[in-house]
């Protein structure tokens, strides 16, 4: 999400609309470090809240007392300036962007960009998850307009809260091509010899280390790749990843297996550039993000064939689409992949072409500032 948020603000920062330039107040907390106060361009100004020295611990009433933070800065800055549009992105940000709209009757647009109902398949088991849930429903039925990342998405939002569907605009998320590309034909030999010494095929999971990013499954998938390719070695990145080794290890798969655990940005593009494929073997993916970095840098990508990635990867086209909880799906797709290096040449030089054109950051914000243009123009005529 903060991704997504870093790659739109700055493209929608100066767009022209019936009120003039855009210019974009960005209000997150400095949990993670940075400025207090940073010009990103002329038009987009991100301000960071400092955290007090006694907070929450757990991560639900973290999110709580960041929402009073940031609905309390805000209201500073509201006073002093027209704003036409608040957005926010979640739950996470909700309760300051409902506190916000009430407050000075500005409208609201939220980006839901996954629900707890889908991350937990439908489990609501926690009282944290209903909470969220009861959280993402309000906000749903707050806001102005909802823009879901997806077709999937949308239905989800109908489905399940009941939102109208002319309250719903599908905006994709964007893509903005790394400067991590490696400068050398070189550079890339070395850099795959690193994990594959012995020229073996390399497969790559990048991502979080949750049930419904499948990871267990692609483990599962190993033991029929290896029956067929015993060359081939799988990276797994992502934090706490090794809590998987004892599954790896009972399948008897430890030996093609590396847990890399936690990697930068940088990292992830550079191994996207060597690695044979990046496999997404989710159980639920709002909208697959992961997928267009991977097929932006050039890589082959096997991925499920659910939610939000069915919409980025068309099967035998751009990628190959697996059937979701299926290691044999997996292992008819990696196959599928080795058996002709031609067709997965086709494929993947296909994808950069369609991410490149499709999913551009400009593109993403010149849909979204026509979309606040329009709920800036309604509000003008609306009675509140």
């Not at 991502?207 to 797994?236: C, F, N, Q, W």
Request: charged share 20%; with cysteine.
């Amino acid at each position: 999400m903060g991704q997504h948020i870093a790659g739109l603000a700055p493209a929608l920062g100066g767009l022209n609309t019936t009120f003039g330039p855009i210019q974009v107040d960005v209000i997150t907390t400095r949990f993670a470090g940075g400025e207090p106060l940073e010009q990103v361009n002329r038009y987009v100004t991100v301000h960071r809240i400092d955290l007090p020295a006694i907070y929450p611990t757990d991560a639900y009433n973290h999110v709580i007392a960041d929402n009073d933070l940031l609905a309390e800065y805000a209201s500073g800055l509201a006073e002093n300036e027209w704003y036409q549009i608040v957005h926010v992105h979640d739950w996470l940000t909700g309760a300051a962007g409902v506190a916000l709209k009430n407050r000075f009757k500005i409208p609201l647009v939220v980006t839901i960009h996954a629900t707890e109902h889908g991350r937990q398949q439908g489990n609501l088991v926690s009282e944290r998850s209903w909470g969220i849930d009861r959280q993402e429903r309000e906000l749903c039925h707050e806001a102005w307009k909802v823009i879901a990342c997806s077709r999937y998405m949308a239905e989800q939002l109908h489905s399940h809260f009941g939102t109208p569907y002319d309250k719903i605009i599908v905006v994709p998320n964007g893509f903005e091509l790394s400067a991590h590309v490696l400068d050398s034909e070189e550079a890339k030999v070395a850099l795959r010899r690193k994990y594959a010494p012995n020229d073996e095929h390399l497969l790559l999971y990048v991502g979080r280390i949750s049930y419904e990013k499948g990871v267990h499954i692609l483990i599962d998938a190993m033991p029929a790749i290896l029956a067929e390719y015993p060359d081939t070695k799988l990276l797994i990145a992502g934090k706490n990843g090794r809590r998987l080794a004892p599954q790896a290890e009972q399948l008897g798969v430890t030996h093609a297996i590396q847990f890399l655990g936690f990697i930068s940005n940088e990292e992830r593009d550079h191994l996207y550039q060597i690695v044979d494929a990046a496999v997404f073997p989710s159980l639920y993916e709002p909208f697959g993000i992961v997928a267009l970095e991977a097929m932006g840098l050039g890589c082959n990508v096997i991925a499920s064939h659910v939610g939000g990635l069915s919409e980025v990867v068309q099967h035998l086209e751009d990628g190959l689409t697996i059937y979701p909880d299926d290691p044999a799906s997996i292992a008819w797709a990696v196959r599928e992949l080795f058996r002709d290096p031609v067709a997965a040449k086709e494929r993947k030089e296909r994808a950069k072409r369609k991410v490149r054109e499709r999913y551009s950051w400009q593109g993403v914000a010149e849909h979204t500032a026509r979309l606040f243009e329009s709920v800036a123009l309604e509000r003008v005529v609306t009675s509140w």
